[in-house]
């Protein structure tokens, strides 16, 4: 059984920088593809961005020039830093697995089929 | 980045009632979009995948129809347990999300 399992300060200061962890059970970091998705208090799901060990990572615009989402293999984690957070970073993050689908060397990211646990994060002085 | 539009924002329906939710994209996705189901103070749970596929366990009584810009999301015969938020996302190009459709008891 698959399980994404959140970590990181649940507190963090206006124009710090937000890092997460996700660490992966029951299942192998390569082969798949890792989003970041957020989801601000009684509000809908925003892509962050995803990575893949194939293939560099791609973010949403939105976040571009403050993100980095990155790959431990060895440790079976993936990592998230968002940088200069505000008020509006505010919000429940979650880490999310899905399966690639590869041709002709070239794969594309699918569905997120599991998630972790809502880990909230506040952006608060 | 495409935007994805649900509709309605809100549903209140009953137990026993077909519903449907529908989810339009700014450009063509094709069929690779994806229907999760969240439930409050609960990560998304994937439903329906390349539009009409449904993921192991999910009971029939759930159905996905539609491709390019023009999606829609069944419900048979709801059940308590349906009563949740409904999400759209297209994963044609990056990821995307609609705003979700609240689905409650009338």
């Known amino acids: 059984q698959v399980q994404l399992q959140e970590s990181g300060p649940r507190l963090v200061k206006p124009s710090e920088t937000l890092s997460l962890t996700c660490t992966v059970s029951g299942g192998s970091i390569s082969g798949y593809y890792w989003s970041w998705i957020r989801q601000p208090p009684g509000e809908g799901l925003e892509w962050i961005g995803y990575i893949y060990n194939s293939g560099g990572p791609n973010y949403n615009p939105s976040f571009k020039s403050r993100v980095i989402i990155s790959v431990d293999t060895s440790k079976n984690q993936l990592s998230l830093r968002l940088s200069s957070v505000t008020a509006a970073d505010t919000a429940v993050y979650y880490c999310a697995r899905g399966p690639l689908n590869c041709s002709g060397g070239t794969c594309y990211p699918l569905y997120l089929r599991y998630w972790g646990q809502e880990t909230l994060v506040t952006v608060s002085s | ?106």
Do not use: H
């Open chain 2, 1 to 106: 980045d495409i935007q994805m539009t649900q509709s309605p924002s809100t549903l209140s329906a009953s137990v026993g009632d077909t519903v449907t939710i529908t989810c339009r994209a700014g450009q063509s996705v094709s069929d690779w979009l994806a229907w999760y189901q969240q439930k409050a103070g609960k990560a998304p749970k994937l439903l329906i995948y390349r539009a009409s596929t449904l993921e192991g366990g999910v009971p029939s009584r759930f159905s996905g129809s539609g491709s390019g810009t023009e999606f829609t999301l069944t419900i048979s015969s709801l059940q308590p347990d349906d009563f949740a938020t409904y999400y759209c996302q297209q994963y044609k190009s990056y990821n995307s999300f609609g705003q979700g459709t609240k689905l409650e008891i009338k």
